[in-house]
Structures are given as structure tokens and as C-alpha cells.
Nanobody, 123 residues
Framework: QVQLVESGGGLVQAGGSLRLSCAAN????????MGWYRQFPGKQRELVAT???????NYADSVKGRFTISRDNAKKLVYLQMNSLKPDDTAIYYC?????????????????WGQGTQVTVSS
């Protein structure tokens, strides 16, 4: 019943900015690592940025200095602030989360994905 929903994608001009949001909904016992991935046409999904529950971040080299991942644990939200966008940032961006769910007396470590949001950067 856990659902990740992205928003904030769209069409922007090169050099512009977008802020993606991802909301984690459902019965989550613990929301752990979260991240953003992107997929180019005909390519495998690749990591953009990750953030731990404690706020430690990691970025792909291609976005370092331009993108910032952050989270609001109370609201179960993860953000991706994208600045200085380039045409080759054009992709479908997916929210990812690792979380614990409780079923009966058991705790399960699971991974979820959002439906994706299109980011298009024009030249």
C-alpha cells in the first residue's frame, strides 16, 4: 500500500531550474534511504542523487554542483532541486525509497518507485 508520487517535472529552458517533489504515502514504519533516478530513452535507469534518513547525500558526477537533494522526514517528502539545467538532463525522473513496513509481527525492508515525471530541457 506504499505509494511514491512525483511532481514538479516539466519543460524548461537550458540554464533554468526545476524542483521535483516526491511524496511517500501509506503505512510506512520507517522511511530510510531515498533517491532520485533518471532514465534516458533506450537507456537503463541511472542514479542521480541519494539521501539517507540522517541527511547524508550522494550525487552522480554529472549533476554535482547543480542538483541538490533534500528531505522532510516529518512530511515524508524528498526533493530534488535542479539548477543550471542542460538539454542532456532531459529524462524521466523517478523517485526511489527504501522503507520498512510492518505486517503482523514482521518488519520488511522494501524498495519502492514512483511513476516517474518527465523533465525536458530545451536548448
Amino acid at each position: 500500500q506504499v505509494q511514491l508520487v512525483e511532481s514538479g517535472g516539466g519543460l524548461v529552458q537550458a540554464g533554468g531550474s526545476l524542483r521535483l517533489s516526491c511524496a511517500a504515502n501509506g503505512s510506512i514504519f520507517s522511511l530510510n534511504d531515498m533517491g532520485w533516478y533518471r532514465q534516458f530513452p533506450g537507456k537503463q535507469r541511472e542514479l542521480v542523487a541519494t539521501i539517507t534518513s540522517g541527511g547524508s547525500t550522494n550525487y552522480a558526477d554529472s549533476v554535482k554542483g547543480r542538483f541538490t537533494i533534500s528531505r522532510d522526514n516529518a512530511k515524508k517528502l524528498v526533493y530534488l532541486q535542479m539548477n543550471s539545467l542542460k538539454p542532456d538532463d532531459t529524462a524521466i525522473y523517478y523517485c526511489n525509497a527504501r522503507y520498512w513496513v510492518v505486517a503482523g509481527t514482521k518488519v520488511y525492508d522494501q524498495i519502492g518507485w514512483g511513476q516517474g515525471t518527465q523533465v525536458t530541457v530545451s536548448s
